[in-house]
């Protein structure tokens, strides 16, 4: 009972450490993907992928980057942002 107890605490403690580092996933020149996990901050994930996503689409030549969409997967626990380069 107490290993369960401590497996569970320490598995709870790493969780709570996640960084919210976005990847980019696809980038077509019109639109870039980023992919953040789910067990990261969420207010730190949205900022980090508008960030990445705004670099990536200055690289390609466009002004901008506007957010479009968020799809969930809830088996890999990860989220993949869409973004428009304008």
Excluded: W
């Excluded at 107890?5 to 696809?26: M, N, Q, R």
């Excluded at 390609?60 to 969930?72: C, L, P």
Aim: hydrophobic letters at 40%; one cysteine or more.
């Amino acid at each position: 009972m107490r290993k369960t107890i401590l497996l569970t605490a320490v598995s709870l403690g790493l969780v709570a450490c996640v960084p919210a580092t976005p990847i980019v996933a696809e980038y077509n020149g019109a639109s870039v993907t980023i992919v953040t996990s789910q067990f990261a901050n969420q207010q730190e994930v949205r900022s980090a992928a508008a960030a990445e996503a705004e670099r990536i689409c200055r690289t390609g030549g466009a002004s901008r980057a506007e957010y479009a969409s968020t799809r969930s997967n809830s088996q890999t626990y990860e989220d993949a942002h869409l973004f428009l380069c304008l």
